[in-house]
């Protein structure tokens, strides 16, 4: 398979073997581009999936996770060349269940299921499957929204100019 070595036009050549080697130097670190997308691209639009997802606000611990880098049960790995996000479900079991749904729940060591819901103490034999609630995906706008900060991120730090 043959590479492209020069490039043509406007009147003049450009070899890229020098363009490809600056290149390589500008995206060999990205990390702190891609902290920066993390934080102003994936971890809103994870609040925007939380918001539609239906799941109760409650203690807003489980949106923090999601939205607030350093917060409990954030998760949010970065390299050199790439980012993890999302939620850590050792440090708040329950996330698990909010987000990937659970299904029938029975006491164990008593008769009755104790709950307080709304200042009111209700007990109950059983209580039904709660469905999944995905809130960790990025949409197809987000991607595009997330391409388009990094592109602009990549040309003001000066890594798409061409040789002259």
Known sequence: M????????????T?????????KHELADMSDILKRAAEEVIQPAFGRNYDRSGLKKGTGILKQALTKTGS???YLRITAQSVTAGLDYGRE????????GRGDVYPRTKKFLKFD????TVFTKHSRPAPPRPVVFLSPEDFQLLA?????????????RLPK
């Open 117 to 120: 819901i709304n200042g009111k």
């Open 15 to 23: 070899p890229l073997v020098g363009f490809a080697d600056d290149m």
């Open 93 to 100: 079991p329950y996330f698990r269940w909010a987000t990937e």
């Open 72 to 74: 409990t049960g954030n």
């Open 2 to 13: 043959a590479g492209i070595l020069i490039l043509t036009g406007a009147g003049q050549s």
């Open 148 to 160: 388009g900060r990094l592109t602009e991120m990549l040309v003001a730090r000066g890594a798409t």
